[in-house]
């Protein structure tokens, strides 16, 4: 079965989509002023990660923002996070499948490389980092 993930729950005000990489580009996407997407990545291969970036930025008016939470594979907290991600999953709070982390530079140079602007991550956490990504015109 296909991976999926919810990229936003509901919000007054917001969608809440459902996102298959076997069914993008999707129909429905229309351009979007802003993106959450919080540790979602990482439950992802690296080549399908790719493919939702780029995604992202398709659903962007030029100008558009996506605030992005990942894991890095480096540092101190890289152990702690990858830690608690196979325990949430092992309890049932994640999808069952294997983690795929960047390192930060990686990260970094795949946003550039989607058609991102990327201002510097800042740490959230452990290994996490929080991207302010803009849309390229």
């Known amino acids: 079965q296909p991976r999926s993930s919810t990229l936003l729950r509901q919000l007054p005000g917001t969608e809440t989509w459902t996102i298959r990489v076997d069914r993008l580009p999707m129909k429905e996407a229309v351009p979007a002023d802003t993106i ?3 540790d979602i990545l990482h439950y992802w291969p690296l080549s399908e990660q790719e493919t939702l970036v780029r995604w992202m930025r398709s659903c962007l008016h030029p100008g558009g923002i996506v605030w992005l939470r990942e894991g890095t594979s480096e540092g101190a907290g890289a152990a702690l ?3 608690g991600e196979r325990f949430t999953t092992a309890i049932g709070l994640n999808p069952s499948s294997e983690l795929f982390f960047r390192s930060a530079t990686a990260w970094e140079d795949l946003f550039r490389a989607s058609g991102f602007t990327v201002d510097p991550g800042l740490p959230c956490g452990a290994s996490n980092r929080l991207w302010r990504l803009e849309a390229i015109a």
Do not use: N
Request: hydrophobic share 85%; net charge neutral.
């Open 36 to 38: 959450l997407a919080l």
């Open 81 to 83: 996070v990858s830690a």
